[in-house]
Nanobody, 119 residues
Framework: QVQLVESGGGLVQAGGSLKLSCAAS????????MGWFRQAPGKEREFVAR????????SYADSVKGRFTISRDNAKNTVYLQMNSLKPEDTAIYYC????????????WGQGTQVTVSS
């Protein structure tokens, strides 16, 4: 099992920045990808960004490319999402998730953290 705990959400004005953190514990050696997803009211959950647990290779949704940066600190078992130039449409609950090598699915999810961007 892998446990994930997000933090860092909040209320920010458009154009502002927030940094989310996701602390992983448990069987972290199983993890291949760590991802960030978000779900806005009335919408489906969507992919935001991902990073390989060991190598640091990253991938982003087109909607956040150039504004968001995913990174990890393996010593702290923590993944970050730096969000800059925030827009009202970035308002959502943000979740981190872990994808184990063996399953190839995002099997582990955090509880989510609310990000609200005011116009």
């Amino acid at each position: 099992q892998v446990q994930l705990v997000e933090s860092g959400g909040g209320l920010v004005q458009a154009g502002g920045s927030l940094k989310l953190s996701c602390a992983a514990s448990g069987r972290t050696f199983e993890i291949y990808y760590m991802g960030w997803f978000r779900q806005a009211p009335g919408k489906e959950r969507e992919f935001v960004a991902r990073i390989t647990w060991s190598g640091g290779s990253t991938s982003y949704a087109d909607s956040v490319k150039g504004r968001f940066t995913i990174s990890r600190d393996n010593a702290k078992n923590t993944v970050y999402l730096q969000m800059n130039s925030l827009k009202p449409e970035d308002t959502a609950i943000y979740y981190c998730a872990a994808l184990p090598r063996l399953t190839g699915r995002y099997d582990y999810w955090g509880q989510g953290t609310q990000v609200t961007v005011s116009s």
